[in-house]
């Protein structure tokens, strides 16, 4: 199936509006073009910068649901993990509270990720997925879609394979503590220097 990507890592929701949406605009509509779906994650990076501001973040972010809504007979947000990032971003709520009002507003479906993360699913950073928690993003956004009934022909799970042992598990598991325990204490540092 065709699929198109405008995502840019680090990228906000300002740059979506001032970057992506312009550069889709120059190189790849077409007069009237239609799309069965369109996704939106945003405002991770947002959220975590230090300049943090919901009056920007939230007219950015409904100007590019907007222009989804305007494209695509489907729309998806998402919303973020509450436990994200280290140290801990504050503002999650209000950002999530913030993209199911403008989803709720525009017509959009939205994937609640909120409660989303585990050891095997959030990298040691708590902001990235891991290949199993893009999986299991991936499964989720297909049951929010399939309730609003668009066929699903594939599940994600069911193209993956994968062996472990339990030399493996204790060597990821070990790993990933000390990658965890490394990040919550440079968190703690930049805490106790702030």
Not at 163 to 171: H, S, V
Not at 176 to 182: G, I, N, P, S, V
């Given at each position: ?107 959009a479906l939205v994937l609640d990720l909120r409660g989303f993360g585990a050891r095997n699913m959030m990298m040691s950073d708590h902001v990235h997925p891991t290949a199993f928690g893009q999986i299991a993003i991936a499964e989720r956004a297909l049951d929010v879609l399939a ?48």
């Open positions: 199936m065709p699929f198109t990507s405008y995502a840019v890592d680090g990228a906000r929701a300002a740059d979506v509006v001032g970057g992506q949406i312009p550069l889709f605009k120059r190189v790849a509509a077409q007069s009237g073009s239609r799309y069965e779906l369109g996704c939106l994650y945003i405002g991770v990076n947002d959220v975590r910068a230090e300049d943090w501001a919901l009056r920007r973040f939230e007219p950015d972010f409904r100007t590019a649901v907007t222009f989804l809504r305007e494209r695509c007979d489907r729309v998806l947000t998402v919303t973020a993990p509450l436990d994200l990032g280290r140290p801990r971003a504050l503002g999650v709520e209000e950002m999530d509270d913030a993209i199911e009002r403008a989803a709720a507003d525009l017509g309730r609003d009934g668009m066929r699903v022909a594939v599940r994600p799970s069911s193209l993956i394979a994968y062996e472990t042992t339990w030399w493996k598990r204790l060597r990821g598991d070990a790993t990933y503590a000390y990658r965890h325990l490394k990040v919550s204490a440079s968190a703690a540092v930049l805490r106790l220097l702030r």
